[in-house]
Every structure is written in structure tokens, then in C-alpha cells.
């Protein structure tokens, strides 16, 4: 069983690397939604998913796929 309360530290630590990549590119510019991605752990809402895949900066996590596989959504 997993414990959802406590946070990974890898998890904080993907997840700040990722708000740093956005802002260096230009993606990321107010100071509000830096603050809520910083805090807003983003595997939470992917609990089957890899935290390295969780936190790809550019990538989707493809979370449903027809009966052929092909992705319905993201």
C-alpha cells in the first residue's frame, strides 16, 4: 500500500526542476502559477504513472487508449 500523505522528496525535487525549465525557456512568467506548480504535486494525479514520466517537462502521460492502443486522450 502506498502512502499518499507523504510526499517523495524526488517528487519535490522533479517537480521544481520542471517549473525551473519552464521559466528558463519562457513558458512560465506569473509569479501565481509558478507558486501553485511548485506546490501542486502533480503525481497525484497520475498515481500509476512513474514519477520521472510524471514530471517530463514536455511530455504528456497518455492516460487512455482505444482497444488498438491508440491514445484517446492525455
Known amino acids: 500500500m ?3 500523505t507523504v510526499e517523495p522528496d ?3 525535487r522533479l517537480r521544481n526542476k520542471v517549473v ?3 521559466r528558463a525557456d519562457g513558458t512560465l512568467s506569473s509569479p501565481q502559477v509558478e ?3 511548485r506546490k501542486v504535486p ?3 494525479f497520475i498515481p500509476d504513472t512513474p514519477l520521472d514520466k510524471a ?3 514536455y511530455a ?3 492516460t487512455k ?3 488498438h492502443g491508440v491514445q484517446t486522450s492525455s
Do not use: G, P
Open 60 to 62: 504528456a502521460v497518455i
Open 20 to 22: 525551473d525549465e519552464l
Open 55 to 57: 514530471y517530463d517537462t
Open 10 to 12: 524526488e517528487a519535490r
Open 2 to 4: 502506498t502512502n499518499t
Open 35 to 37: 507558486a501553485v506548480m
Open 65 to 67: 487508449t482505444d482497444e
Open 42 to 44: 502533480r503525481h497525484a
